[in-house]
C-alpha cells in the first residue's frame, strides 16, 4: 500500500530518509526519488504530499509489524528530526478467512444446577452395573461439606485456609489434603457447569431406545463425556430432573437412555436444560487414602513421614547387590534395554534399591523409553524379588491401558 505524507502549514520540510529501524525480510519501501534507504532527498512543500510505497511479502499468516522512521530537515530553522510510525500487515488466506470466529468470544455463564429437583433415574449400561468392583469396605460419598461450599461460594475458605496454609504434619495429613480434594471438586463442577446446555433439542433414534444429543465440542473433549457417565436434563420452570446415562459416544453426539416412561412420552422438538457431570469415583478413593494415613495406620505413616532412622538404616542395606552388566544383559525381557546404557542402568538400580526410601525417577522427553524402561523394571521386580507387591499408577486411562499392553507381550507377567 502506499503512504502519502503531506505538509499543512509553515516551512518547507525536507525528507532525508525513510527506513525500517529493524532488519525486516517481508516489507521492501519504495518511491519515485529514491529517498527510502538515504539515496536522496526531497523537499515537500507545505499543502503537498509525497507518495512512498509500502510491498509485503508475507512468509507465513499472521500480522507482522514493524517500524518506520521518517528523517526531515527544517529547512527554515536547519534543524533536523523523526518521526515514527508503526506499520501492520494482516496476512491470510482462504482457510483461515473460513475458520475465523463469526462472532466475539463471549465467556460461558457458570450455570447451576437447580436444588430441591426430583430427580428420576435412567438406564445405565450394562457393564457399568454388572462389572463393578467389589470393595471390601464400603466407601464413603465424602461430598463437600456445606459449609464449605456456602464459602467458596462466595470466593472465601475463612477458617478453611488455615488447615491448607498450616505446615504438613501427621497430625494435620487427612485435614489438609481432604479439604484441598474439596476445593478441587468444587472447581471441576464450575468447569463443567460452563458447558451446560440451555433449550437443548434431543432427538430419539433408533427406534426410540436412546435419546441422541448434539453436543458442541464433543470431539474436543469440551466437556468430556465418556460412556457410563450421567447428565442431566430439565425442562424450564419444572422441578423434575431425569438422570440419563450415556451408552454411546460420538464425533459430536450421545446416545443416552433415561426411564423407559422418558422414552415413551418424549415429543420431538421438545426443549430441555442439559447438565453434565464428571466420575466421583477417583475423588472418592484419594479422600479415603488419606483418611486411612491420618488413622492408627502405622505401615502408612512410615511411607508418608519415614524417620531418620528408618532411612539410614534402608540406606545401608540396599534390596541387593547390582549384578554384573553383561550376566544382567542376559537376563532382560527386553533385549534391547540392553543396548542403552542409562535405561540398562535405571533398571539395574530399580531392582537393587540404590535410591530407598526415596523413589527412584526416570525422565526424558518424550519418545526415549521412559515407559519401555519401566516395564522392563516391573518384571524384573516380579521375576526377581519374591514377595514384591507393585502398584503401577499413570495419568490417564489410555496410559494405563497401554502399561498393561506392553506387560503382558510374550506373556512375560501373568
Known amino acids: 500500500r502506499s503512504s502519502d505524507l503531506v505538509d499543512k502549514d509553515g516551512a518547507p520540510q525536507k525528507l532525508l530518509n525513510c527506513d525500517f529501524l529493524d532488519d525486516v525480510e517481508e516489507f521492501q ?24 510505497e509500502a510491498e509485503c511479502s508475507p512468509k507465513s499468516l499472521g500480522t507482522p509489524r514493524v517500524i518506520i522512521a521518517f528523517q526531515f530537515k527544517d529547512t527554515e530553522y536547519g534543524n533536523s528530526y523523526h518521526i515514527i510510525r508503526f506499520l501492520f500487515a ?6 483461515a478467512e473460513i475458520l475465523k470466529p463469526t462472532a466475539p468470544y463471549v465467556r460461558q455463564k ?19 452395573s454388572r462389572d ?18 456456602s464459602f467458596m461460594s462466595h470466593g472465601k475458605l475463612c477458617g478453611d ?46 427406534r426410540r431406545r436412546f435419546v441422541g444429543l448434539e453436543v458442541p465440542g464433543l470431539a474436543e473433549n469440551r466437556p468430556s463425556v465418556m460412556r457410563g457417565d450421567h447428565l442431566f436434563f430439565r425442562k424450564s420452570g419444572q422441578t423434575t430432573e431425569y438422570k440419563g446415562y450415556v451408552h454411546l459416544v460420538r464425533k459430536e453426539n450421545l446416545r443416552l437412555k433415561f426411564t423407559e416412561k422418558f422414552h415413551e412420552d418424549f415429543i420431538a422438538g421438545s426443549k430441555f436444560h442439559v447438565h453434565f457431570t464428571f466420575n466421583r469415583l477417583g475423588l472418592k478413593l484419594q479422600h479415603r487414602a488419606v483418611e486411612r494415613l491420618g488413622s492408627d495406620n502405622i505401615a502408612c505413616q512410615s511411607l508418608a513421614f519415614p524417620t531418620r532412622e528408618a532411612i539410614e538404616i534402608k540406606r545401608l542395606r540396599p534390596l541387593r547387590k547390582i549384578d554384573n552388566r553383561e550376566d544382567f544383559k542376559r537376563m532382560l525381557f527386553n533385549k534391547n534395554i540392553g543396548t542403552n546404557n542409562e535405561q ?48 503401577a499408577c499413570t495419568p490417564s486411562n489410555s496410559a494405563a491401558d497401554d502399561l498393561a499392553c506392553r506387560l503382558l507381550e510374550k506373556s512375560h507377567v501373568p
Open 161 to 206: 485456609k488455615k488447615k491448607i496454609k498450616a505446615k504438613l504434619s501427621l497430625s494435620n495429613y487427612s485435614d489438609k489434603f481432604q479439604t484441598l480434594l474439596y476445593v478441587e471438586e468444587y472447581q471441576m463442577e464450575k468447569d463443567i457447569n460452563m458447558y451446560a446446555m440451555r433449550d437443548a433439542s434431543p432427538f430419539l433414534c433408533e
Open 344 to 391: 540398562l542402568q535405571a533398571v539395574q538400580h530399580i531392582l537393587a534399591g540404590t535410591s530407598r526410601p526415596a523413589p527412584y525417577l526416570i525422565f526424558g522427553p518424550p519418545g526415549t523409553g521412559k515407559t519401555m524402561t519401566t516395564v522392563e523394571a516391573i518384571k524384573q521386580v516380579w521375576k526377581r524379588l519374591d514377595g514384591s507387591t507393585i502398584l
Open 90 to 95: 494482516h496476512i491470510t488466506d482462504l482457510d
Open 132 to 149: 463393578e468392583l467389589v470393595l471390601s469396605k464400603p466407601l464413603g460419598d465424602y461430598f463437600i461439606p456445606a459449609s464449605l461450599r
Open 29 to 52: 519501501l519504495s518511491d519515485k526519488h529514491c529517498v527510502c534507504g538515504g539515496l536522496a532527498s526531497v523537499v515537500i512543500q507545505p499543502g503537498h504530499t509525497y507518495e512512498i
Open 110 to 128: 457458570y450455570r447451576s444446577r437447580v436444588k430441591g429437583c426430583i430427580t428420576v433415574e435412567g438406564v445405565r449400561p450394562i457393564w457399568s
